[in-house]
Each structure stands twice: as C-alpha cells, then as structure tokens.
C-alpha cells in the first residue's frame, strides 16, 4: 500500500540497482513533473522492474487536460490507499531487477505488465473475472506506475516476454490484452458477420483479438480513410467510410444482410446507437468505446428485437496477456503499425498534448531512462 508522493527510502539495495530514480510524477491537469525519487522496495509477492518502455493511453491524456478523474491525487483510494501525486503508467515492459527468492522469475528476465492487480479470493475471481475483483486496482491509475526507471510490481501480474519478440512491440502487449478481452466478450462464433466501429487503437486490437479467436467476417468502419487502410492490412475482410447511412450502408455490403455482432469501439456520439439499429434480430453489440455524453438507448426496439447489450473493461491476466505476446511474436506487423519511436521522461507532457489533440495514430512509447 503507497500512499506518500515519495516511496520509503530503502534499507538495503543490490548493488547493481539504484537508491533513486528518475520518475514522472502527476500533480493535477498539465502538471506533471519529472523529480528524483526513491526507488521502491518490492513487498512480499513483488519483484522490482526496471522499466524499458511505458505506452501512454486516452486515460492518460484525459487525466492530463481535465482531471483528475482516476488518479488519486486529492482523495484516499479506497483499495490502493494511494494519496497525492502518482507514477502514471499502465502499459509498461521491463526487466526484472530484483525478485525474492521464492518468486519463478529471476533478474535479467524480460517481462510484460498486466498491471491490474486481484485478491484471488473474491467470487468475481473465482469466476475468472479477476478484472471485476472487489478488490481491483490497477498501477499507474490507482498506484504507482510504469513512468519511471524502476517500478515494484506483484509478480502474478507479469508474463515472459517471448525471445525475439522487439521491446517496442511488446509494450503493446497490456492494450492489445484488453481488445483481447473485448473479443471474448463479443461471444463471437464461427462465421458470424461482425462489423468494429472505431479503427483506433482500441478497435485495431480489438480487430487482431477477433482474428485470434474466431473465424468472422468482419467489417470495419471509421471516418478517416489512413485508419481503415491499416484495418485491411491487420486483417478485416473489408472496409467502410462511415456517415449518416451507416446502417443502410452496412446492409448493403453485407449483401442484404445484417451483423450477428456489432462492436463500438469509437465512443464517438450517436454510435452506439447506430450499432444496436444494424445489428440482427437476435444478435449482440458490445460497448467498448467510452462516451463523453450519456447515450440514448432504443429500449423499446431492443426488448422486441432481443438485442444483447455487453459491455467489457480491462483485460483477464492469466487468458489475455499471454494471448497478447503471442499474436505479437507471431505477427509482427501489428507492432510495426502501432509502436512509436521511444521518447524520454521529458517529453511526457508534450507528448500527452499530442495525444490529446487526435494527432497519435500508433502507440506513444516512453523509454524512462532516456
């Protein structure tokens, strides 16, 4: 449990690793600030990280103009017990530099984060959603994370980078596990018609998840042409420009048809609502896509049509992420697509501008040593 701006000055160190660190910390919107710090001393069932990438996603950049909304600066987290200024980073790849010697891994070792943290004990996890555990929270959103040189990090939340596999690429790996897991929630089957709406990053690993489960017909739509080409080159079976006739549109390029599965991955206003108007008498939309404004929904047209209505968050740790490094080492195409050029500490906030604005179309990466 952290909750302190500063971790506890360490008692004792393998020589080889440092008493402090550099580290990103978040103070409030467009107000983060790159600071000495301890680094940290992992507790019973952690291992210490030195940190080799850490991506940046929407939930940062939405922290980073208008929160805080997620990041516990000005109120106790209830589970993490975190308090003031964080360690953002949720998507990070390292190497393991210290592990207790009852852990499996051992230093050198090069690992991904899955960084949502679970009891185990709780009926979600006895379920097998550890990602609605009573107890979930997550680094870099609830705790410290990923935006610094070293990180503590429980060793269950972690996954062997497979050999060969590009460090850019495999810090894809924690975004890519949560499209997983929006494809399993899809309960897609075999041949059914599935049109993405979103061709971002989201709907992108959506798409790859799709691919790696289930052989679909799928149909992806999107506003900017750049973002459909690269859906054809991970995969869909075809494209589509969205406009005002979406649903009339999808019809006729599924000759006649309409969708088994539709899946929002846009959080853009009035999609979601799109999606549940082309969908099969029948069939299932997921939500995945976040809006800004609550959506209106058709109840009525839902009910008499016997529409399902899903909806996912995060990702299971111990099905999708190692899932993710797989389809990542199989098919390098994905991270050639999506991973930046690494960035330093320092161009954290410039970068976060950038991403802000809707001009990232890949995955900014920060490499904390640089």
């Given at each position: 449990m952290?909750a302190?701006?500063l971790f506890?000055?360490?008692?004792?160190?393998?020589?080889a690793?440092?008493?402090?660190?550099?580290?990103a910390?978040y103070?409030?919107?467009?107000?983060?600030?790159i600071?000495?710090?301890?680094?940290?001393i992992?507790?019973p069932?952690?291992?210490l990280?030195?940190?080799l990438r850490?991506?940046i996603?929407g939930t940062?950049?939405?922290?980073?103009?208008?929160?805080p909304?997620?990041?516990?600066?000005?109120?106790?987290?209830?589970?993490s017990?975190h308090?003031?200024p964080?360690?953002?980073g949720?998507e990070?790849?390292?190497?393991?530099?210290?592990?207790?010697?009852?852990s499996d891994?051992?230093?050198?070792?090069?690992?991904?984060s899955g960084?949502?943290i679970?009891?185990?004990?709780?009926?979600?996890?006895?379920?097998?959603r550890?990602?609605?555990?009573?107890?979930?929270?997550t680094?870099?959103l609830n705790?410290h994370?990923?935006?610094a040189?070293y990180v503590a990090v429980?060793a269950?939340?972690?996954?062997?980078?497979p050999?060969?596999?590009?460090?850019?690429?495999?810090?894809?790996?924690q975004?890519?596990?949560?499209?997983i897991?929006a494809?399993?929630?899809?309960?897609t089957?075999?041949?059914?018609?599935?049109v993405?709406?979103?061709?971002?990053?989201?709907g992108s690993?959506?798409?790859?998840g799709?691919?790696?489960l289930?052989d679909?017909d799928?149909?992806?739509?999107d506003i900017?042409?750049a973002?459909?080409?690269?859906?054809?080159?991970?995969?869909?079976?075809?494209?589509?420009?969205?406009?005002?006739s979406?649903v009339?549109?999808?019809?006729?390029?599924?000759?006649?048809?309409?969708?088994d599965?539709?899946?929002?991955?846009?959080?853009?206003?009035g999609?979601?609502?799109?999606?549940?108007?082309?969908?099969?008498?029948?069939?299932?939309?997921?939500?995945?896509?976040?809006p800004?404004r609550k959506?209106?929904?058709?109840?009525?047209s839902?009910i008499?049509?016997?529409?399902?209505?899903?909806?996912?968050?995060?990702?299971?740790?111990?099905?999708?992420?190692?899932?993710?490094?797989?389809i990542?080492?199989?098919?390098?195409?994905l991270g050639?697509?999506f991973?930046?050029p690494?960035?330093?500490?320092?161009?954290?906030?410039?970068s976060?501008?950038?991403?802000?604005?809707?001009?990232v179309?890949?995955k900014?990466?920060?490499?904390?040593a640089?």
């Open positions: 952290i302190a701006v506890p000055l360490p008692t004792k160190k393998d020589a690793v440092p008493s402090t660190m550099r580290a910390l103070h409030g919107p467009r107000d983060i600030r600071d000495d710090v301890a680094v940290p992992p507790a069932g952690e291992v990280v030195r940190v850490s991506g996603c940062d950049a939405g922290e980073w103009t208008t929160g909304k997620v990041f516990p600066v000005h109120h106790r987290h209830p589970l017990g308090l003031g964080i360690i953002p949720h990070f790849v390292g190497e393991i530099a210290e592990a207790a010697g009852d891994y051992r230093a050198g070792e090069i690992v991904a960084a949502g679970w009891c185990g004990a709780c009926r979600r996890c006895f379920e097998g550890p990602n609605k555990c009573v107890a979930y929270r680094l870099g705790v994370g990923g935006m040189e429980p269950k939340t972690l996954r062997r980078v050999t060969g596999l590009a460090i850019d690429h495999a810090a894809l790996a975004p890519l596990a949560v499209g897991h494809a399993r929630r899809a309960g089957q075999a041949r059914d018609r599935v993405v709406i979103g061709a971002g990053a989201i690993f959506v798409l790859a799709l691919r790696y289930c679909v799928i149909t992806v739509v900017a042409q973002r459909l080409d690269r859906a054809e080159r991970l995969g869909a079976d075809r494209t589509l420009i969205a406009s005002d979406l009339g549109d999808i019809a006729d390029v599924l000759d006649g048809h309409r969708p599965v539709v899946i929002e991955a846009s959080g853009a206003p999609q979601l609502a799109a999606a549940l108007a082309m969908v099969a008498d029948g069939g299932r939309v997921e939500a995945v896509g976040i800004e959506p209106e929904l058709d109840l009525h839902m008499f049509r016997e529409i399902t209505l899903e909806t996912t968050l995060a990702h299971v740790c111990d099905t999708d992420l190692p899932a993710a490094l797989r990542l080492a199989a098919e390098p195409q050639v697509e991973a930046e690494a960035v330093g500490l320092a161009e954290l906030g410039p976060l501008d950038r991403l802000s604005a809707g001009g179309e890949g900014i990466l920060v490499d904390p640089a």
